[in-house]
């Protein structure tokens, strides 16, 4: 359904709702990315280290919190760029 923005309906069509859900698709992918991908390359970093060769129990725990920072990191970016200014 397509409407203005002060509620009139307008029509229906099969485009909108296709770039729509497409769009969310494509945001919600590149929104996890960094999730996805930059911790386990900073891992595999860290584990060829020498101080993490002697301590192989630290790598759980430092994945974790590598987990957790990028988790905070993005939450303060998407809510910077979807804030109107």
Known sequence: MI???DGTF???SRTAGFNAVSQCIIGRVIAAA???LI???VMHR???KP???RRPYLAHPLMMGLIG???QVR???TNLLKSPS
């Open 3 to 5: 409407a203005t923005q």
């Open 10 to 12: 307008i029509g229906k």
């Open 34 to 36: 960094p999730i996805l």
């Open 39 to 41: 911790p386990p390359l």
């Open 46 to 48: 860290l584990e060829q």
């Open 51 to 53: 101080w993490l060769i």
């Open 69 to 71: 920072l990028m988790l």
């Open 75 to 77: 939450a303060v970016l």
